[in-house]
Structures are given as C-alpha cells and as structure tokens.
C-alpha cells in the first residue's frame, strides 16, 4: 500500500500535466498560476502540519501552473495561527490539502514518502542515518518527484536542506540528485549551523556566511527570476525551497526568553512550570542553565474548582 501522501503528490504530477484540477483539497480560487505550498518537516503529510497552495494573477500560455514548494523544519500546524502573512497570502487565499497525512513523524522517512509518494516500508527509508537511512539510504533514485515534474516539461529547481546527511564527508561533489535542473542543496554537518552553511550550488561548494533563512530567501527569488527568463518564460517550473527553522539549534539572542516553553505544563497533571514531588526545588534552582521549575509539588486547586485537565495541544 502507498503512502497517503500518493494521493497528493503523483496528482500534482497528473494534473499539471493535464491540466486537470486536484482532488481532495479545498479551493478558495479557482485561477490557480503559481501553487506556493507550504508545508513542514516532519512532515509534509501529517497531523501537526498544515499544507496549503495559494493562487497568484497570470497563468502561462500552456494553462500548467508554477509550483512553489516551501518545507519548514519542525513547525507546528498551531503555529500558523501567529503568523498573520502566512495566514493572508497561503491560507485564506490559497487551496488547503485535506489528505495531508502521514504515518512518520521522522525527518527522513517524512521527506522521502514525499519524493516518492509511498509509506516508508514501500521506500524503505526509515531512519535518519545507516544503510536503510538519510541521504546514502536513499540516493540516486530516478522515480521521484523532480523526475515526475521534469518528464512533464518542467524546470525543476531545488534549495535547501535535504536529506540527513547529504554531502557529509564527500570530497568531491556532483551538479545534483536525479531529476533537478537547479541544485542548490546544503551540506552537512553545515546545515545547521544557521550562520554560515555550506552549499553544493550545481557541483560548486559556496559559503555565503549569513543567516541561512536569508540565503534561501534571496536565492530563491534569483532563482525563480532566473526560470521566468527560460526558453522566453514558456516553460513553467517547479521549485522546492527547505528551510531549516525553526528547527532547535538556531542563533541565541539576549533577547529571547530565558525559559523557551513557558506556558507549557509538565507531565504532571495540574503542574504548570512546577518541580515534580519527587524533585528538589533548590537543586533544581542551582543547577545549571535556564530554569526548569519554580516551586516543589504539583499545583493544587481551590475547593471546590474543577479537576485541572490536560491541554489538547
């Protein structure tokens, strides 16, 4: 059995290639020219995740949409709500896919049942490392996605992060993985250090030694500019950009709040920013780093008040 993410992905294939519309998603316009989705790692298809196409004015002269793929690296689905351009531009005016679900909740499996359309014991991905794992479990595989959008006359363009240890250790480096005309991928361990990652651009190692989110932002609008320009911007393209953030590891400003979930109750129920009974609060006080707890003991109720119940979310 596939994926659920097979009924997404190939009908994206299907219908740009036809022309035809999607099923399963929610249309909020009907002109839809360039499909900017929005999506989040792990995974593109899953219960805390939100995926969404948004409708731009123009279409090309083939009526087959440009295809704007956005990953971001562990966002919440309830997240979205702070996020009031996200909100604008994706959700309210774009197209919402409601089979977006998966069965992984892990980095690498999540990303390849998107390339690939299949559950991870059908791609047989399922880690983020070793033989059956990351980018080594995976590479070279010719019936993906970009391989898809490119037999369909795309120009297929790829910038980020991809799989878990892409490029780690090689000495020499190649123009991309099957299916991509544009590879902009970043290496690994570099991939994480936020402030200055190392990029394979098409075979050439780069530095570009600012904040990765403003990399991938600017190349991508060089790089879509760039495919707007190709055989008389006729062609339409396909572009999946992957950012890292928010994933944990990020910069650490004197700014940001010492305790990073302050609202967020422990396992203990009625526990709010609270030691558990079995803990010492003055060691925990003493120890180092931010914080963890305030005062020993779970919160109690007044009389009378009802049972404190765990948060839905």
């Not at 363009?157 to 299916?179: I, V």
Request: net charge positive; hydrophobic share 30%; proline share 10%.
């Amino acid at each position: 059995m596939n994926h659920p993410c097979h009924r997404v992905v190939p009908k994206i294939g299907r219908a740009i290639k036809s022309g035809s519309g999607l099923g399963g998603v929610r249309r909020r316009r009907a002109s839809i020219a360039t499909a900017a989705i929005l999506s989040s790692v792990a995974v593109f298809c899953g219960p805390a995740t939100v995926a969404v196409a948004v409708a731009l004015p123009g279409r090309l002269e083939s009526g087959r949409p440009n295809v704007l793929m956005i990953n971001v690296d562990d966002l919440a689905a309830t997240d979205i709500r702070y996020m009031p351009n996200v909100q604008r531009l994706l959700v309210q005016q774009g197209t919402t896919f409601t089979d977006a679900v998966a069965p992984t909740p892990l980095c690498v499996p999540a990303r390849a049942s998107l390339l690939t359309g299949k559950y991870a014991h059908n791609h047989k991905n399922w880690s983020i490392s070793g033989t059956n794992g990351g980018y080594k479990g995976f590479t070279g595989r010719r019936n993906t996605l970009p391989v898809w959008m490119d037999r369909a006359g795309y120009r297929t363009m790829f910038l980020g992060k991809y799989l878990n240890n892409y490029g780690r250790g090689a000495e020499r480096y190649s123009s991309g993985e099957p299916g991509w005309d544009d590879w902009q991928a970043t290496i690994d361990p570099s991939t994480y250090n936020l402030l200055s990652p190392k990029f394979n651009s098409n075979g050439t190692i780069q530095s570009p030694g600012i904040y990765s989110s403003v990399v991938l932002k600017n190349r991508s609008i060089k790089m879509i500019k760039r495919a707007g320009t190709n055989v008389g911007g006729k062609k339409p393209w396909f572009l999946w950009v992957n950012y890292v953030a928010p994933h944990a590891g990020g910069p650490v400003e004197a700014s940001d709040p010492k305790r990073r979930y302050p609202d967020q109750p422990s396992l203990w129920l009625g526990t709010r920013d609270r030691c558990p009974p079995t803990r010492d609060a003055s060691a925990a006080s003493s120890s180092p780093g931010p914080p963890t707890c305030s005062t020993p003991g779970p919160a109690r109720s007044p009389p009378g008040s009802p049972t404190p119940q765990p948060r839905s979310e």
